[in-house]
């Protein structure tokens, strides 16, 4: 399964929900401001490097070059629109709205 | 049930009335349930709170939902779950909830069924579709 989560981790819980109901194999992709939950040095950087240790992690590059972040905590695969579909296409989805 | 029925679960997590999601959420649910589907719903996080039974919407000019929740399993929703850790963080409990319908047998009141965050995750891996509210 794909978890997207598209709101920062400072503004609302739906990264930490996501991560509370992910199941083994799932991945999830971080897009809009979910990005910043890709960025590394915040107060929340533990939660996805946590995460990490047993699931893949995505991010969205246009939404991450958008926002500046020039830094991702390592693992994290940086990728495309096309990718995304890519995601899309091989699971089925849920969105953390 | 055959293979082809669609399992399709709805999330609901956004509190009731400050925004139109439950409203919306609970009208698709109700349409699909006419079709053959096998439909579940998963209350989380602030969604509990739609839950709540004794919601008085008069005042806000709008009808509410209390009602509709109460004939869910008339319209064969009845896998209708909670989760037990966002129940409890908002103070909520098991007797706050709405009832959803009667046992046709025994005449009891039907509520929502509280899981945890493993047996969500482990349904949620099932679905063919989940329907985010």
């Known amino acids: 399964m794909l978890h997207t989560v598209n709101k920062s981790p400072f503004q609302n819980g739906a990264l930490e929900s996501c991560l509370r109901f992910i199941n083994e194999g799932d991945v999830i992709l971080l897009i809009e401001d979910g990005v910043f939950g890709a960025r590394t040095g915040t107060a929340k950087a533990a939660l996805i490097e946590n995460v990490l240790k047993t699931n893949k992690v995505y991010a969205l590059s246009a939404d991450v070059q958008a926002r500046g972040i020039t830094s991702v905590i390592d693992g994290i695969e940086v990728t495309d629109y096309a990718g995304f579909v890519d995601l899309v296409e091989q699971h089925s989805v849920h969105s953390w709205l | ?133």
Do not use: C, W
Request: charged share 30%; proline share 2%.
């Open chain 2, 1 to 133: 049930m055959s293979d082809d029925v669609k399992k399709i679960m709805f999330t609901v997590r956004k509190g009731p009335h400050g925004t139109i999601y439950v409203y919306e959420g609970l009208e698709v649910k109700l349409i699909m349930a006419a079709y053959d589907a096998d439909i579940s719903v998963v209350f989380m996080d602030d969604g509990v709170y739609a839950l709540q039974q004794g919601q008085k919407t008069g005042d806000l000019g709008i009808k509410g939902f209390e009602a509709t929740y109460g004939v869910l399993v008339d319209y064969e929703i009845s896998k209708v779950y909670v989760d037990k850790k966002s129940m409890e963080d908002r103070g909520m409990t098991v007797e706050d909830l709405v009832v959803i319908g009667e046992d046709e047998d025994t005449e009891e009141d039907i509520r929502p069924t509280v899981v945890d965050a493993d047996q969500i995750a482990a349904m949620m891996a099932e679905q063919h579709n989940i329907l985010p509210f």
